[in-house]
Structures are given as C-alpha cells and as structure tokens.
C-alpha cells in the first residue's frame, strides 16, 4: 500500500507532518470515481501568508486539515477522461480550483468557479471554507478538471532547473501580478505596496515587469523592507512616526502615487505610534489616502468572513471601518477577491524560462524539508523575510 505524508493544521500555532491518505482519483461528497482528475508527486509546495492565518487560529479551520494550496508536481496517474496530460508531465497547479464548465470560469473567472464549492464561489487545496479538497503541502495529492486546470511545462529539465521560480506561478507570483494589473500599473507608473511579506514582493516585482518608474514597498520588519530593496525598490517604514504620505513625498516629491496595492489583509496593523497594535482597516485607509485621484486599488491581500480572533465583534465577520467616503470623493476604483491565476500563469511562465525576471530571488525563496515544515511556519510567523518552499521528495537542486 503507498504512502503519503502531509503538513496537518493541529490546533492555534501549531502544525505537524503526519501519516495522511494516499490519495485516490475520487470525488467523495459526490461518492463516484474522478474520472477528469490526476495524481500527482509534489515536486514543491509552499508555505504561504493565508495558510498563517489559519495556523494562528484566525479563521475557522477545523484541526485535522490538511494545508497547502500552492502545488507544483509531476504526474503519476491520470484518469481516464483526462486528454492532454499523461505520466510524467510537469505542472503547475493554480490554487483555484476550477471546473471550466460553468459561467464564471467560461468568463475566465475561476477564482470564483461555481461549482466546486457548495459553500460559496471558488475553492482552494487546503483551505477553510473553499470546498474540503485536501491540501498539497504533502507527498502525493490529487487534482481534479487536470486538463483544464493544469499548466504543464514545455521541458522537463529545463524546468527543474528553473523550479525555484516556477514553483511561484501557483499562487503568489500571479497574485502579486494580478495586485499589480487591477491598480493600473504600466510603463512610467509611481506604486505603493502595502506589506513585503511574499505576495507583497512578488507584486513588488511584477511592478518592475510591467514598466513602473519607482515601486513604493511599505512594511514594519526591517528584513522585509531590506529585502524589497535588494531589487530596486524604495521602501517606507510604516512604524515611524511620519507618515506614509510624508515618507512618499520624501521619495517622490508629492504625497501621492498613481497606483496602490494592499498585500497585507485583515491581519494589518496600525501606523506610527499604533504599529504595535491591529487595526485591520488601517491598510485600506492607507492606500486610499495616498494613491491619487481617479487611482486604482488592487486588493490581492486576504479578507475574511470569519474572524475567531479579531479585535471587535464587527471584524469578526468582516466588517471593517474602511474610508469608502474618501474613496468615493476620490472616484477610486477598487478590485478584490482570489486571483484568477490561469489568466496569468502561462505567459508569466513563459517570462520565468526566458529569464525576463528572477522571481525566487525577489521574495527570497529558501528550501526546506516537509519534516522542516512546522519550523518553516513558525520562523515565517515571526517575519522572516524568505519565501519557504517544501521539497518532500528532495527533488530539486
């Protein structure tokens, strides 16, 4: 019989590595064979800021789950309606979830596919609320839809060799790219990004990509922001005591951007004097005061409508005092939700294997056991500023 280990969430802090299913090409709420999916071996599988909010006990995930939404493997077994993937093949997996049958994905919404979760639009691998599917921060793992869902890469060796880049097109890289594109950044743009966790610098990156004139990154952890700078951007401490307009304004010459993304989500803090305290509407507020008039916002940062542990009643449904007035006065235009990663992922491959941009080196990318899982959660916890990436198999050089 084969095995298969997993990184299981056990309870507020606490991750461990344990003996989990082998998987199987089924679909058990509807109790009949997968007959559209793949089994595949992880060849990486990452760490990411959403699955910290479930291991700080910040959502409703329930103990027992298996994590993990960011997959990249190799295929072991198809099943039998699958056409145009067969053993061997090398893939990314969008953390979507996607059918390709229903409107939204026809519409290349697949962020917000309909029918893989029967609790609300859109699923995810591992994840609380996004349909049960069992997570990838594992051995082995299954995958449904394949064809549509999957992108395979065109050489198996260069790929490998390419692996720590690639590993990124799951999640954090389109994420970030996605955060970039929906607050209109282009050739000559000025950008704000709030937060220089992982997505925060993947979007930091994608900025340059796509031909902004300076890219902003915000933080408190001095790692980050050195990170951030590592690869040309300009950064903004948002723990001093003057502000993020102020701190732009020394950079720009005005207080104001063209564009603003917020990469940190409900878990943000306050600013200034209140930087040690969490104040989840504080990033919004922000990056509506200093992106300009008739500016985007994109949100690729997590909002939730569940909330164990937020500051008051109204957060813990996600409900949050956000300045829609001044966004409105302002005539901001705001986009939200999961990243519809297939709408990126393919050409953003294609510009990982001509070496058009060096993303594993932008966030940092640092390699590790899944038995080094559970300490990979808590030195990212406490800010690290690296992008921890499993390799269970011990595949990649």
Not at 22 to 32: D, G, I, S, T, V
Not at 119 to 131: L, Q, T
Request: with cysteine; aromatic share 6%.
């Amino acid at each position: 019989m084969p095995t298969n280990r997993g990184v299981v969430y056990v309870g507020p802090g606490q991750v461990e590595v344990r003996s989990i299913d082998f998987p199987k090409l089924e679909l058990k709420a509807q109790k009949r064979k997968c007959q559209h999916g793949v089994l595949l071996k992880v060849v990486c599988t990452n760490i990411c800021g959403s699955d910290q909010h479930m291991v700080r006990g910040r959502t409703t995930a329930q103990p027992g789950l298996v994590l993990g939404h960011e997959i990249t493997g190799e295929v072991i077994e198809c099943g039998r309606d699958v056409e145009f993937l067969e053993k061997g093949d090398l893939v990314s997996v969008p953390f979507n979830i996607a059918c390709g049958r229903c409107a939204n994905c026809k519409e290349g919404k697949t962020g917000i596919c309909l029918s893989v979760n029967p609790a609300r639009p859109g699923a995810a691998y591992g994840y609380v609320d996004m349909g049960g599917w069992v997570g990838g921060q594992a051995e082995y793992v299954m995958v449904p839809y394949a064809d549509f869902n999957l992108l395979k890469f065109p050489d198996r060796d260069r790929a490998m060799q390419k692996m720590k880049d690639l590993t990124l097109l799951s999640d954090i890289f389109p994420t970030g790219y996605h955060g970039a594109v929906t607050a209109g950044v282009g050739p000559g743009a000025t950008v704000y990004i709030a937060g220089a966790g992982p997505v925060g610098l993947a979007c930091a990156a994608a900025c340059h990509l796509l031909g902004a004139a300076v890219v902003i990154v915000g933080d408190l952890i001095p790692a980050r922001l050195k990170q951030a700078r590592s690869f040309g951007c300009e950064t903004v401490d948002v723990s001093k005591q003057a502000s993020v307009s102020e701190q732009i304004e020394q950079i720009l010459g005005v207080p104001e951007v063209d564009c603003a993304v917020d990469c940190v989500g409900f878990e943000a803090r306050g600013h200034g004097k209140d930087a040690s305290v969490e104040a989840p509407a504080t990033v919004l507020n922000s990056v509506m005061t200093v992106v300009k008039a008739g500016g985007n916002i994109g949100i690729p940062g997590l909002y939730v409508t569940g909330d164990p542990g937020a500051v008051d009643d109204a957060a813990k449904v996600g409900s949050l005092s956000v300045r829609i007035g001044l966004g409105w006065a302002k005539s901001c235009s705001f986009t939200t939700g999961q990243c519809p990663v297939m709408r990126y992922h393919r050409k953003l491959m294609t510009a990982i294997l001509y070496d058009k941009i060096k993303i594993a080196k932008a966030v940092n990318v640092q390699m590790i056991s899944l038995d080094d899982a559970p300490k990979g959660y808590l030195d990212f916890d406490r800010g690290a500023a690296k992008k921890f990436v499993i390799d269970p198999h011990k595949s990649v050089a």
